[in-house]
């Protein structure tokens, strides 16, 4: 069938050309085509088992994200207390000197 459509739009395409030389051709491509229906017929034939597995590594995925931007969100406050100058305070001036 992708090789029928590929053919079509091929020809569609000389026509366009004849008529307007300027015209962009109409891209077809049969083997992405063919990789599309292959993966969504795969995807279709799912398992119970493999639905389920997938719910849980989604449930995993999102955990792991979740605690990700907690540690970003703490090194980044870290890091500004660390870039934070201390207040000078009239009494640690005076035990200094």
């Known amino acids: 069938m992708e090789d029928l459509k590929e ?3 091929a020809i569609v395409n000389e026509i366009a050309i004849l008529k ?5 051709p109409i891209c077809f491509d049969a083997d992405h085509e063919r990789r599309r229906k292959e993966q969504l017929i795969r995807l279709y034939n799912r398992t119970k088992m493999e639905l389920k597995e997938e719910e849980f590594l989604m449930g995993e995925l999102k955990k792991i994200e979740t605690r990700k ?4 969100r703490k090194a980044h406050d870290l890091q500004k207390l660390i870039n934070t100058e201390p ?11």
């Open 87 to 97: 207040p000078a305070s009239p009494s640690v001036r005076c035990a200094l000197f």
């Open 7 to 9: 053919r079509f739009y």
């Open 69 to 72: 931007k907690e540690r970003e």
């Open 20 to 24: 307007d030389p300027t015209c962009e």
